[in-house]
């Protein structure tokens, strides 16, 4: 029986090494994204357990405007053992619930390692779940919640330290759990966005300044005609701490050539009838998600058994996508971020360009 059933934590009628219903895809996970403000590196970090499948898996990617090393690694879970967050030499830590997170990177065959410890500046935001149901079937039931703070800690890349400091380092952290498409299985899941009126695309922002930060989701078709759409801030301390729902989103996303993305100007519509403002310019580096296996690589997607343990690496360089077909996908753009005389940092992912 795993070691966990002897904890009062239950929250079904069996043991904690299943979840309430039997689908496969079922996960629980974590995503960590630092921006350096100069814009010359960013690094993701997860690490995932996905209980039906008796399965742990992780990913480190570290990238610089020139090149994008990918770490992976995937377990089998041992006597349920979910709340171990290692896998390989991808390792995180919940120092305070909440508010403080240490990540790791270990030995490993890139070369690169990394210790860092983050701290929240806000609030965390209150779990929103999402849901779509096609004929009876889930294509989504999860949950989620964001918070963003700043990061202290080391770096080794390519024989050289760098200080990770809290004055240049920001981080946002991501928290979800439940049912999703995409993990676990290979299925064709289009008939299943068609019919939900779900969209062909997507587009996925985490960023802060000093007054707030802000979360969206926003699905939509390929002449931009917005479906699915789901967002939040949260105010700072000084501004009351709140969480307000954005009722509203008016995106002017610029690109150039092949959909290149340069930027963005965004209107915020909160409930409450104000409207906040920020643009967002691009900075050059972007973490190209299909390193960290979102969309699959080689017929194996997030959640697959790989067997006891597995460790892959892999070195793009060049990374951008319109040099390198391997690295097209979903990308997190390090976006800088102007809120009036404010100025933050934070991620503008898209599914689709460059």
């Known amino acids: 029986m795993p070691r966990l059933d002897d904890l009062l934590i239950h929250q079904n009628y069996g043991t904690l090494d299943n979840v309430v219903e039997p689908d496969p895809r079922f996960f629980d996970r974590f995503y960590f994204n630092l921006q350096d403000i100069s814009g010359q590196l960013s690094i993701s970090q997860g690490i995932g357990v996905y209980p039906n499948m008796g399965v742990s898996d992780g990913f480190s990617c570290i990238a610089t405007p020139e090149f994008q090393i990918n770490v992976r690694a995937s377990r089998e879970l041992v006597n349920g053992d979910r709340d171990i967050m290692a896998v390989g030499p991808v390792h995180a830590e919940v120092v305070e619930p909440m508010t403080t997170w240490r990540f790791r990177l270990d030995e490993n065959e890139s070369g690169a390692r990394y210790d860092i410890t983050y701290t929240g500046s806000f609030e965390a935001m209150e779990p929103k779940r999402l849901v779509s149901m096609v004929d009876g079937r889930r294509v989504w039931d999860w949950t989620h919640f964001g918070h963003v703070g700043r990061a202290s800690g080391w770096l080794e890349l390519d024989g050289t330290r760098t200080e990770i400091t809290p004055d240049r380092h920001y981080v946002l952290r991501d928290r979800s759990w439940g049912v999703r498409p995409g ?172």
């Open 183 to 354: 993990v676990a299985v290979i299925e064709d899941i289009s008939n299943w966005f068609t019919s939900a009126n779900w969209g062909e695309r997507y587009n996925w922002c985490v960023i802060q300044v000093e007054s707030f930060y802000l979360w969206y989701f926003q699905t939509h078709e390929r002449d931009e005609t917005p479906r699915f759409f789901e967002s939040m801030i949260r105010w700072s301390t000084a501004k009351g701490g709140g969480q307000e729902k954005v009722a509203k989103l008016v995106r002017r996303l610029r690109f150039e050539g092949n959909e290149h993305f340069l930027g963005a100007e965004v209107d915020l519509h909160l409930e409450s009838g104000r409207v906040l403002t920020i643009e967002m310019e691009r900075l050059p580096t972007t973490v190209h998600l299909k390193g960290a296996n979102y969309g699959g690589r080689d017929g194996i997607y997030q959640g697959m058994r790989q067997g006891p343990l597995k460790i892959m690496v892999d070195r793009w360089e060049p990374a951008d996508s319109r040099l390198n077909p391997a690295s097209l996908g979903m990308q997190d753009h390090v976006v800088r971020v102007k809120y009036g005389e404010e100025t933050g940092y934070g991620i503008c992912e898209l599914s689709y360009g460059s």
